[in-house]
């Protein structure tokens, strides 16, 4: 209780910098596709709504939960997309979703097996709307905050509808990017066949206002609001504090003595069966990977102060960034610019799943609820 006490202290400034900005992430593009999704709401059959599968409950999409009594209800299939990037034991959020009524599914944009179940649930669901009739066309609206994989969603699942309908021609694209607000504007891709379902593509659309203070630290670490509105010092202080507290630091120390034989051992994949040169500066190299993973192992294990203490988890941090300059062979010539290449190269391998699997938002009365 005390380490996650003085852990709120990072998250509180980190989210007083978030508010500091007062919405600046909301401007015309996004007002423009607020009022085009509200538009087509009450046109198609169903709408498909894709979260973070680490931040499950912070990444709702608000529009759809602040619509007036006086607005259609809408057919709603919840996927919880980069389920790879999620803690594996926190599998509850889908049960805990369906028992209130949402049909869910947690999706890896990535892979084929899983964009396939995705897309069964899809056709089940406009089959179900469609009472049964398969010879008829449905429609789709894929919404969401910026960032959480949409388009890399409707790009997987085009491709494997097409193959599937054998249809010939040129492959349209949704625009991916690892930076939030790439997509502009609403576009139609074909899904699938018998029956005709298309998908409806829009950009990302992330309140001005959150519903509490926990949101806006959150959504930066996962990235859903640009770096470059924030300070990536502050961001990856954040981050830190949330590896130290948990347990996945102190397990790599068994697996760099013990030669990798760790349950995270997967998280740093085997690039090629071939020797490949080693360059220092890439950071997301294996042999960089462990050696941050490494120190942070090391400066935990070493560390004598006490984590529930705010100031000693601060001091711990900065111990860390000192580390870390090392790990990632960073030599620039302030302390500052030095601080800012660890957080960006950190950052950069938490959202790709490289430090470990993290699920931020918990569902801490399911487990009573069932039993009960």
């Not at 897309?119 to 089959?127: E, F, S, T």
Request: proline fraction near 3%; charged fraction near 25%.
């Amino acid at each position: 209780m005390a380490r996650a006490a003085a852990a709120e202290a990072f998250s509180r400034r980190l989210g007083a910098a978030v508010r500091g900005l007062s919405g600046a992430w909301y401007n015309r593009h996004m007002a423009a596709a607020d009022r085009a999704i509200r538009a087509r709401l009450p046109l198609v059959d169903l709408v498909l709504e894709v979260r973070d599968a680490r931040v499950p409950a912070t990444s709702a999409f608000e529009l759809l939960h602040r619509r007036s009594p006086e607005e259609p209800d809408v057919r709603l299939l919840v996927a919880l997309n980069k389920a790879d990037l999620a803690d594996k034991s926190e599998t509850e959020w889908v049960a805990f979703m369906k028992q209130r009524g949402c049909s869910c599914i947690a999706v890896n944009s990535h892979s084929r097996g899983s964009i396939n179940e995705l897309l069964n649930a899809v056709r089940g669901r406009i089959r179900e709307i469609k009472l049964g009739v398969s010879d008829c066309t449905g429609t789709v609206l894929l919404v969401g905050i910026p960032n959480v994989g949409k388009s890399a969603i409707i790009n997987a699942m085009h491709q494997i509808g097409r193959i599937g309908a054998a249809e010939k021609g040129k492959l349209k694209h949704a625009t991916v990017s690892s930076h939030p607000g790439e997509t502009r504007d609403i576009s139609g891709y074909k899904v699938a066949s018998h029956p005709n379902i298309y998908v409806l593509d829009t950009p990302g659309v992330l309140s001005p206002i959150f519903a509490n203070d926990e949101s806006g630290p959150r959504l930066v670490l996962t990235g859903a609001i640009k770096d470059s509105l924030v300070e990536e010092y502050e961001i990856a202080q954040f981050l830190l504090t949330v590896l130290n507290l948990r347990t996945e630091c102190r397990e790599w120390e068994n697996l760099n003595l013990d030669g990798d034989k760790s349950s995270f051992a997967d998280a740093i994949p085997t690039r090629s069966c071939h020797t490949k040169r080693q360059y220092s500066s890439d950071h997301t190299q294996d042999f960089i990977v462990r050696a941050v993973r490494q120190a942070l192992s090391e400066t935990i294990a070493s560390f004598q102060g006490d984590l529930g203490n705010e100031n000693d988890l601060r001091r711990l941090v900065e111990i860390q960034f000192t580390h870390l300059q090392n790990a990632f062979r960073i030599s620039a010539e302030t302390i500052e610019d030095r601080n800012k290449c660890v957080a960006v190269k950190l950052l950069n391998l938490y959202r790709t799943g490289r430090l470990g699997h993290y699920t931020l938002d918990h569902v801490p009365d399911f487990r009573q609820e069932v039993a009960a």
